[in-house]
């Protein structure tokens, strides 16, 4: 099987700290006239990412305040799907008029367990941390403060993988009409890669995937050996008879149609022994494992499901079309810190700290063994 | 670039040389790292003798030169001793 690193659904709940040195510190510089005035039935916090240059627009469904503790707590709805709590940490003046925000905090909720909601929350917290400053704006009530969250870097790398294989459950779903709900203990490896072969699948038709062999079963005659002579030597094992091609993904049969595939790097593995029982020629039936060389194989489905031509509302493609930035402002942090391990450094400080440590012998005895007693022992010390 | 394009969906790792280039900011590691990431959505993993190399040039350093340790700010590092 196809090795893939298994994924665990992120949580959503922690809470993530904008600015979490001024909480108890200096003021985000927003003070809020008290009884907040000029709420309307349907009042929005906006959250505006000039990094990107795009906002989310929300709206709120309840505020709650607790102004004696210094609390105010924002509910809104962000999308179906997706909840999203703004708690203000403040101070309320002495004469009771003004509070003055001193800090603030995002926690966000899925109340679906939806791939859609996961792919809004995932997106959310991608731009939440690769942004830097981000504006809260609540006109109804005059907040309007900028900050910046504090999410680390591999977080935020799980987000997006996270997002990807989201975006992949609601391509699915849009092109067959399923409608998955999402794992509580995440995703096996083997889920990853039927995911992905849908996807692709559904949105390339044809495509490069995982392959590590194909078993045939071939009379032991002339032609047998004719035909795997000419696949070992020609490193092509051309395509097989269509199968109808079905996968399986959280619980539900995703059917994909007839599929054929071709490995343009095959050989055939122990090559001359299975000449050799194809050589009897008795007409028995001799198995025998084509591989790639690369582990992979082209694949066609050409009838698998297909996705309508707008598939997504405009606030879904809106976030959809964020992934290259997204990918591309992350990369852009790596790529800063890798480089800041040079930073500041003279020619012969980046050549005396990139040097490579000369290994003699002893370098890869395990700690604390004895070598000799090893060695007795006929122990193997690497 | 001295890898050739790996087959889809495989994880890969980097090595020391490599490793070196990134922190050089060469172009072309800085194209394949962008690309890994826009595909697989994850950075390519070190390996444990990547990290080794890389902290062995630290610590040599550190041992020849002591006093530029406590001359200088140390610049930020993507490693964890």
Redesign the interface.
Known sequence: M????EIARPSYQPVQIINPNDVSGASLGATLSVPFRGVTSEPYLYVEFPTFACWLEASIIEIEQQLMSGVVSIQVTLYDGVALKLILNGRLSEDGTEFSVLGAALQTALTEERPRSDFVAATLNALLGLSGKVRLHIPEIGLDVESSFDISLLDI?QK??A??TDYRLMVIERATGLEFVMPTSGFSGEEI?DI?FAYYAITERS????LNYVQLLTPANQESIDIVSAIDKSGVLPSLPPKLETRTILGHSVRLGPQTYTIEDAYVENFDSVLQELAVADGHEVSVTVRSR???AVYYLPQAPQLPDSPWTPEIQALVDLE?RL??E??DR??A?????????TDE?IA??????ELDEDAFLINGTDRNSNQDEGGDNT | MPIEPP?????LVVD?DL??D????QPYI?AE??DY??RL???PALTSMTV???L??????KS??PF?MNA?SW?????NN
Do not use: C
């Open positions: 196809a090795t893939y690193i790398s997006l993988q997002r990807q890669g992905s495509f490069i995937h995982v690369g582990n992979d290259s990918d591309a992350l990369v790596y790529n810190l890798a480089a800041a391990s040079l930073a500041n450094l400080e005396a700290v990139t040097e490579r440590p | 087959p889809p969906g495989t994880s020391n490793f070196q990134w922190r050089f900011s800085l790292i962008r990431q826009s959505k994850m950075l080794f190399e890389a062995g040039g630290l610590r040599m350093w020849r030169a530029l200088r610049p930020a590092m993507p490693l």
